[in-house]
């Protein structure tokens, strides 16, 4: 089983590649133009009192660093207004996820319905900081609300689908969860034209496919499993294989079609970073490739996503710092 890979002369990044390398990205282009088609003037009406909201972008920034390490050190290299408002994203989109994954009193989807409304009025609760922070991020940066609302649709989709036939099916699911929010970074990076599009899509893909890969076993304990039965299939593994934890041969070839495919999406994204402001550049450029290394760690782990969870340490990542920057300029 193959993917389709760019040629040598499409990897060029002094030119534009077509705009479509896979049979799944059609589609999903269309949803992000549909969110461009929306999109409001910024306006500063919603202009809360300035301790309250200095007080909700603090508490992003301890979400952000707590519970990504890695999107934390990238955000570090932007300036400060953009920092600020891409960490408050971040905790939006936290939120998002913790609502689905994390048991509560009430039903999870009523859960998401009242957040959607809280995040999504002009003038939110003042005692839910990450819902402030956000609302002052998304009008002050002109984000698109349809990126939010299909944002909040792709979590939904947990609470209904827990298998994916096709990587088509599946590529759906993370334009949802992920390539929105690469959609909305690019509102509070700034970007040139729409041509950052595909691109940003392409990278949502591929960091959503390194987190299915890097939690296969933690996902399995929730009852989900997101490769492509298809693909499950060609390479002969059963869901008792999954169940068992077995790190088998079979298991081992799917993981490298995966960790390749994953890794091409990533190199064809990577020149969508010249679309984005100058300020934003090497921070887009760091959360790209310092994330890409979880995969290094999957390899080294021997494709043991079961028993052994992949991560990249903080000296890794500073090593790879300034080869990154000068990519980047």
Not at 179 to 198: E, N
């Amino acid at each position: 089983m193959e993917f389709a890979r760019p040629s040598q002369r499409q990897k060029t990044i002094t030119e534009i590649p077509p705009q479509f390398f896979h049979d799944w990205e059609p589609a999903l282009l269309e949803k992000a133009r549909e969110g461009i088609a929306v999109r409001l003037a910024a306006t500063r009406e919603h202009l809360t009192h300035s301790t309250l909201l200095a007080k909700a972008y603090t508490h992003c920034e301890q979400v952000t660093r707590t519970h990504s390490k890695t999107f934390f050190t990238a955000t570090t290299l932007m300036p400060p207004a953009k920092r600020r408002a891409i960490r408050a994203l971040y905790a939006f989109c936290r939120s998002c996820d913790d609502l689905m994954d994390v048991p509560s009193s009430r039903d999870s989807l009523q859960d998401l319905d009242a957040w959607r409304m809280r995040t999504t009025r002009l003038f939110p609760d003042e005692t839910d900081l990450i819902a402030l922070a956000w609302n002052d991020t998304r009008l002050k940066y002109s984000i698109p609300s349809l990126y939010a609302e299909q944002l909040i649709d792709g979590v939904c989709m947990d609470s209904y689908r827990v298998r994916y036939q096709t990587f088509a099916d599946l590529a759906e699911y993370c334009y949802g969860v992920a390539s929105t929010v690469g959609l909305m970074s690019m509102h509070i990076i700034g970007f040139t034209d729409q041509r950052a599009l595909p691109y940003a899509i392409r990278l949502g893909v591929a960091l959503q496919l390194t987190n299915i890969l890097r939690d296969v076993g933690d996902d399995w304990r929730m009852g989900r499993l997101y490769l492509p039965r298809e693909e499950l299939l060609f390479h002969g593994i059963r869901e008792d294989d999954i169940d068992a934890g077995r790190v088998t041969d079979n298991w081992r070839q799917l993981m490298k079609f995966q960790i390749a495919r994953a890794r091409e999406l990533y190199s064809t994204s990577l020149p969508g970073v010249r679309f984005l402001d100058p300020s934003g550049r090497f921070a887009a450029a760091a959360a790209i490739q310092l994330y890409e290394l979880i995969l290094d760690e999957i390899e080294r782990n021997d494709y043991d996503v079961f028993n052994r969870r992949a991560y990249t340490s903080l000296f890794t990542k500073l090593k790879h710092l300034p080869g990154i920057w000068w990519r980047s300029r």
